[in-house]
């Protein structure tokens, strides 16, 4: 069965600091996606993460995927408040159809 | 812009009584999915339609049921509704198959059963 955890659930940081979350999966997977929430709002897609290496970047926001590690990480550059939201990382849980398994989310609270 | 729209952003039922969810993409994608929402235990999947008159349950489809009738919409029941299912119910649609896509969300609908 897959489990998706990320860590830490919970991040308070100051502006201007770097920080990164972390995605980790229990079983073979190539297709893995991030998402942001905004408090009372619903999910937006981040990025979409397809191959073993793979690395996007948008604004102070990069995200990789090492599906040997089975682990994903989305790395936070000279974080500005705006960033403040959650983040959740979902994986695709087989090769048969679209169900994603989504981990239970990074609460991000940039101090200004 | 891919669009998915919920029925109702806030929605406030009584314990035993029927409730309906709507759902409606506009971007003719053949896949659509209830998650429910709750703190600390982020998104879980109640059911997935693959099609029309096509649905397959999730990882905690009891209490609920669906329907899709129309490639655009997707409804999800809940039969009678008990106070734990009090909780954020997402909607989300995207393209079949291994797609270099993502799923796109609804903007939810807080349902609080008392």
């Known amino acids: 069965e897959l489990k998706v955890e990320q860590n830490p659930l919970f991040l308070s940081m100051q502006e201007g600091k770097n920080y990164t979350i972390y995605c980790n999966y229990s079983t073979t997977s190539d297709r893995l996606y991030w998402y942001r929430q905004d408090p009372g709002k619903s999910l937006e897609s981040l990025f979409v993460l397809l191959s073993n290496g793979a690395v996007k970047q948008e604004g102070r926001l990069m995200a990789s995927l090492d599906t040997k590690a089975r682990l994903s990480t989305l790395h936070i550059t000279a974080a500005v408040h705006d960033l403040s939201a959650t983040y959740f990382c979902a994986v695709d849980k087989n090769h048969r159809d679209d169900k994603i398994i989504f981990g239970k989310g990074t609460r991000l609270h940039i101090l200004p | 812009d891919v669009k998915v729209t919920q029925s109702s952003r806030y929605l406030v039922k009584r314990t035993g009584e029927k409730v309906f969810l709507e759902c409606v993409q506009d971007m003719d994608h053949e896949n659509m999915f209830w998650y429910r929402q709750d703190p600390g235990l982020g998104l879980r999947l109640i059911y997935f339609?693959?099609?029309?008159?096509?649905?397959e349950k999730g990882d905690i489809p009891e209490g609920y049921s669906v329907s899709r009738e129309k490639k655009e919409r997707f409804s999800l029941i809940l039969e009678s509704a008990s106070t734990n299912q009090t909780s954020m119910y997402l909607c989300?649609?995207?393209?079949?198959?291994?797609?270099?896509?993502?799923?796109?969300f609804g903007p939810g609908t807080r349902l609080t059963v008392l």
């Open positions: 989300a649609s995207c393209l079949r198959g291994r797609l270099t896509d993502t799923q796109y």
């Open positions: 339609s693959y099609d029309v008159k096509m649905k």
